[in-house]
C-alpha cells in the first residue's frame, strides 16, 4: 500500500530536549516536505526537498532541521524544543517537484512543556 | 509575497443543499492549484489539481474551477459524510518549490 508513514504519532516532552520526528514512504517520491498546523493559521511549510542531499526552507524554518540522505526518509529534527513549537505536523510526498499532489502522512502531535 | 485566502472560514448545509467554497490567490506565475479534504485526526487527502484559468475537474458531488484569481470548490447536493476541512493550497513558479496552503473551510452538512 502506498503511504507515508511518521513516528512518534504523539510526543510529549520537555523543552530543550532534542528530538527526531521520522518520515518514510514507499512511492520513489523525489519531493518530500514538512508542515505544521496551528488552530486559524492553517498547514505551513517548514522544509522541502527536491530530491536526495537537496533541502530547502520553508516559510517556518526556524528551530527545525532536516536532512535528505535517502529517498524514503526524511527526518525532522528539533535540536532544542521551545513550547511555541508544539504543534501538529505532517509529513507529504510526491513526484517531481511541487507542482505535483502531495501525499501526507497521518501527523504527530507534538507538545512540549 | 504569495498567499491564498480561503472563505468562508466555515459553512452549515442541509443535506442536498449546494453551495460553493472559494480560494482566492495571489503568486508569482502559478505552477499548480491544489484542493485537499482533510478530516478530523487524518493528514490531507488529494482531491483535485488546477493548472491554468478555464480549467475545470469533477469527482462525485465536487467541482473545481480555476480563474486567474481564484478558484471554486462546487459541491452538488453534499451528503453528511462530505463534512470535513476543505485546503486550498498553490505552488508557485517563482524559483523556489514552495507550497502555501489556505487555512481552509470547515463543512458540516446535516442530515
Redesign the interface.
Known amino acids: 500500500e502506498a503511504q507515508?508513514t511518521q513516528n512518534p504519532r504523539y510526543l510529549i516532552t520537555v523543552t530543550g530536549k532534542k528530538l527526531t520526528v521520522t518520515c518514510s514512504q514507499n512511492m520513489n517520491h523525489e519531493?518530500m516536505?514538512w508542515?505544521r498546523q496551528d488552530p486559524?493559521?492553517?498547514?505551513?511549510?517548514i522544509y522541502?526537498s527536491?530530491n536526495v542531499e537537496v533541502t530547502?526552507k520553508?516559510?517556518v524554518p526556524e528551530g527545525y532541521k532536516v536532512s535528505r540522505k535517502e529517498k524514503r526518509n526524511f527526518p525532522l529534527i528539533l535540536e532544542s524544543p521551545s513550547p511555541n513549537q508544539t504543534s501538529l505536523y505532517?509529513c507529504?510526498s510526491s513526484f517531481y517537484?511541487?507542482?505535483?499532489?502531495?501525499?501526507?502522512?497521518?501527523?504527530t502531535r507534538l507538545s512540549i512543556l | 509575497e504569495d498567499q491564498v485566502t480561503q472563505s468562508p472560514e466555515a459553512l452549515r448545509l442541509q443535506e442536498g443543499e449546494s453551495s460553493s467554497l472559494n480560494c482566492s490567490y495571489t503568486v508569482s506565475g502559478l505552477?499548480?492549484l491544489?484542493w485537499?479534504r482533510q478530516d478530523p485526526?487524518?493528514?490531507?487527502?488529494?482531491l483535485f489539481?488546477l493548472?491554468s484559468a478555464g480549467e475545470e475537474k469533477e469527482k462525485e458531488r465536487l467541482k473545481a474551477t480555476l480563474t486567474k484569481k481564484e478558484s471554486f470548490l462546487h459541491i452538488t447536493a453534499p451528503k453528511p459524510e462530505d463534512s470535513a476541512t476543505y485546503?486550498c493550497?498553490v505552488?508557485s513558479s517563482k524559483g523556489?518549490?514552495?507550497?502555501?496552503?489556505?487555512?481552509?473551510t470547515r463543512l458540516k452538512v446535516l442530515a
Open positions: 507515508v519531493y516536505s508542515y486559524g493559521l492553517g498547514l505551513r511549510q522541502y527536491m530547502d520553508g516559510d505532517f507529504a517537484g511541487s507542482n505535483q499532489p502531495q501525499h501526507f502522512g497521518d501527523g | 505552477r499548480g491544489f485537499y485526526g487524518k493528514g490531507p487527502e488529494f489539481t493548472y485546503l493550497a505552488a523556489t518549490y514552495k507550497y502555501i496552503f489556505g487555512t481552509g
